[in-house]
């Protein structure tokens, strides 16, 4: 695709649900890479994927948080039992460069707001 | 892990004149030093990197410095224009270089 691609760009949800957020990457890049920003402050790492696999999910607050990448294509953030501090903005990047040398690619943010 | 550390948080500068942005990290072993631009209710686009190889790059009217020994770099924005009107994420990505860690950002507002 042209660029990177989030689904649903806005989510509102009540405390303890579920939510997916999807992120679509840029055709034919491996890396893929999930932030998030609240607001004011700069986008914080929770997971990277190389391929399929994760190659780094130290960045997961919880065991709430998941993350599957199962065809090295498209991602999925999980978020189980939300809560109010889960609210942000969930941000996916793309890049054709292994560990972080060369530029992302972000797609617009998943906004998350749970009441 | 890395520390990035992003100051000043805001900067006010007049139409046409300059602006820097400083950065300091933690890790020794970061070798690559991006910048990002984020306008209101927008993605993150890289504006301009460095490698630690070089101590300076420019690309028309930004320019980076990096101070390897001291561990910062810095943004310059020269002739400021309304446009340039954003925050300014400097980021670094640490010894295993799976991730980058951002500074805080700087809200730069350029006035007319």
């Known amino acids: 695709g042209a660029g990177v691609s989030q689904t649903p760009s806005n989510k509102v949800t009540e405390k303890g649900k579920y939510v997916e957020l999807r992120c679509d990457p840029i055709?034919?890049?491996?890396?893929l890479y999930w932030y998030r920003q609240s607001l004011g402050q700069g986008p914080e790492f929770l997971i990277y994927?190389?391929?399929?696999?994760?190659?780094?999910d130290s960045g997961l607050p919880n065991d709430r948080f998941f993350a599957v990448r199962p065809e090295g294509s498209v991602s999925t953030l999980k978020i189980q039992r939300t809560e109010r501090g889960d609210s942000a903005v969930y941000l996916c990047?793309?890049?054709?460069?292994?560990?972080?040398?060369?530029?992302?690619?972000f797609g617009e943010g998943s906004r998350l707001t749970v009441l | 892990g890395e520390n990035v550390e992003q100051h000043p948080s805001t900067l006010s500068v007049q139409e046409g004149d300059s602006a820097v942005i400083k950065c300091t990290y933690s890790?020794?072993?970061?070798?690559?030093f991006p910048w990002y631009k984020q306008e209101l209710g927008k993605r993150p686009q890289l504006i301009i990197d460095?490698?630690?190889?070089?101590g300076e790059k420019k690309d028309q009217r930004i320019a980076v410095t990096l101070n390897k020994t001291a561990k910062h770099f810095s943004l310059h924005i020269t002739e400021t224009q309304p446009e340039d009107s954003a925050v300014y994420f400097c980021?670094?990505?640490?010894?295993?270089?799976?991730?980058?860690?951002f500074g805080g950002g700087t809200r730069v507002l350029v006035k007319p």
């Open positions: 055709s034919g890049h491996t890396a």
């Open positions: 890790d020794s072993a970061s070798n690559y």
């Open positions: 994927f190389q391929g399929t696999g994760a190659a780094d």
């Open positions: 460095i490698r630690s190889n070089v």
């Open positions: 980021a670094a990505p640490g010894a295993a270089g799976n991730k980058l860690t």
């Open positions: 990047a793309s890049s054709l460069f292994q560990r972080n040398t060369g530029e992302l690619f």
